[in-house]
């Protein structure tokens, strides 16, 4: 039954009812928690009467909700905002997001400075080492809704229950990428590489380990962030919008530097708070290798230096195999598999890297989250697929590996590998591929048959492929080298 009941006397409102009202020709409306106010009615602000609501909101021109539109059969990367266009200005779900230390019985030891993570909201400093809590970001309790016109897809949010909008339950999610502790406790914390070459069902464990509602990132919190993301930007191309992230070395030297492991600390974001922005950063003496030959005054590598910088010309190449270490310096590239050098200090199976060949890069982040895509692929649980159908889990508690037992059909994936061009529809499922790395989604997909996990972002190498939809299907266990898991929370 509707609950109504008529103002009479609409001057003499208490202030704290009306402080924030907005005029939209010469109408009031205030809504809260519990009551909404529409031109001088109060409705009890409940589902029963949501439609009611909506249907009065209408009719004074004034929407609750922003969101964006696109055509599915339209290439271009852009989307059109509709909705509140105020609140694409204010973006009040978005000013809803903190950033906090969170402890494992889910409360808060402090807010996070929004413009620098080494201070707490009050100014002191803060400890991100895990003393006083996983570093997280909030994502508010709000409501979503998608809609189908023809060709015409949209997605919608708002911060109020209306009619035929979907709860998307408050959770946290790790400011870092995953960090297991000697404890084999997941963590996001500062000053530690990602823990990487870990299965899925490990990283599940060891998220679990801290209470009820941790997780790893699940499916429908990294869903939150994407939805987020794409009606702050209304561009599918997060590397265009965001930066390029970690995604620029070659898979050659990554390789050699350490075969395609994460390459710098967590922290990089600490003194920037909830930027969106890249966050550069560097990684000396990048251009390793192994000696395969024998030959004075030559390094020797067969086919190492077909992937070459000139200005290494000049430069010392040192053998860390020898003990003192040697150097000598760089004369020629006589071949890809020859250098010249200085002296006679190469014999096979010496390890040697080029001093001050560097790696620079930057890290893609969005409203606090570092490496949001890039570095490493980030494993996704509360999602399974198996022979290409999806499914889904919104319960922390049931996730698991290789099962449909507690899941839900969700849809079915593209049994192809290639650039995206469609997802399932209310999804971030690709369904469709054979766009390009400037249109349609911009990001790629990976698939392979039978049970498998899921991973998005991309890694250090992926370049274009690379991007916030950047999906992977085609792990068995999740276990890789630049694969690794981020901490998740379920309030």
């Not at 979907?166 to 996001?188: H, N, P, Q, R």
Request: aromatic fraction near 12%; proline fraction near 2%; charged fraction near 15%.
């Amino acid at each position: 039954m509707m609950k109504k009941i008529l103002i009479i006397l609409l001057f003499i409102l208490p202030t704290f009812l009306i402080a924030q009202d907005v005029n939209i020709e010469n109408e009031h409306y205030k809504i809260t928690a519990d009551t909404v106010y529409i031109d001088g009615e109060f409705y009890v602000n409940d589902t029963s009467i949501n439609g009611v609501i909506d249907a009065r909101l209408a009719a004074l021109g004034i929407d609750l909700w922003y969101g964006v539109q696109w055509d599915i059969t339209s290439a271009t990367t852009s989307l059109t905002d509709i909705g509140n266009t105020d609140y694409h200005t204010t973006l009040p779900v978005h000013a809803e997001m903190q950033a906090a230390c969170i402890k494992n019985d889910k409360s808060i030891t402090y807010y996070l400075d929004e413009t620098d993570f080494t201070k707490k909201a009050d100014g002191s400093a803060s400890d991100l080492t895990g003393t006083d809590g996983q570093a997280m970001i909030i994502i508010p309790k709000h409501y979503r809704k998608f809609e189908e016109d023809g060709n015409i897809r949209r997605a919608k949010i708002s911060m109020y229950p209306l009619d035929g909008f979907d709860t998307i339950a408050k959770c946290a999610i790790g400011i870092y990428e995953g960090y297991v502790k000697t404890a084999d406790t997941l963590c996001s914390i500062t000053g530690q590489m990602a823990t990487t070459s870990t299965t899925r069902a490990v990283f599940r464990t060891d998220a679990a380990k801290r209470g009820t509602g941790w997780s790893q990132l699940s499916y429908d919190a990294y869903s939150a962030i994407f939805w987020l993301y794409l009606v702050e930007y209304a561009d599918w191309n997060s590397q265009s919008t965001l930066g390029d992230g970690a995604t620029d070395a070659n898979s050659t030297n990554w390789n050699e530097y350490n075969l395609r492991n994460p390459v710098v600390n967590t922290g990089l974001i600490n003194s920037y708070g909830m930027v969106t922005s890249s966050v550069a950063f560097s990684v000396n003496n990048w251009y390793k290798g192994t000696a395969d030959g024998t030959t004075a005054n030559k390094l020797v590598d067969t086919g190492r230096f077909a992937v070459w910088d000139v200005s290494y010309i000049g430069k010392y190449v040192v053998n860390t195999t020898n003990v003192p270490i040697d150097s000598a310096l760089i004369s020629a590239k006589d071949s890809d598999d020859v250098l010249s050098v200085s002296a006679d200090i190469f014999t096979t199976g010496d390890s040697y890297y080029i001093s001050s060949s560097t790696l620079s890069s930057q890290a893609a982040c969005w409203r606090g989250f570092e490496h949001i895509f890039g570095h490493i692929y980030k494993l996704v649980d509360g999602i399974n697929i198996n022979e290409h159908v999806v499914y889904t889990c919104s319960i922390p508690a049931n996730f698991a590996d290789a099962t449909i037992t507690n899941y839900t059909l969700t849809g079915t994936a593209a049994s192809s590998n290639g650039y995206i061009t469609r997802f399932l529809n209310e999804t971030i499922i690709p369904s469709t591929v054979g766009g390009s790395s400037s249109e349609y989604m911009c990001d790629y997909y990976y698939q392979s048959t039978g049970w498998r996990v899921a991973a998005w972002g991309g890694p250090l190498s992926t370049g274009s492929r690379a991007g916030l939809g950047s999906a992977i299907f085609n792990y068995t266990t999740g276990a890789g080298t630049y694969c690794g898991s981020r901490l998740c929370l379920k309030f």
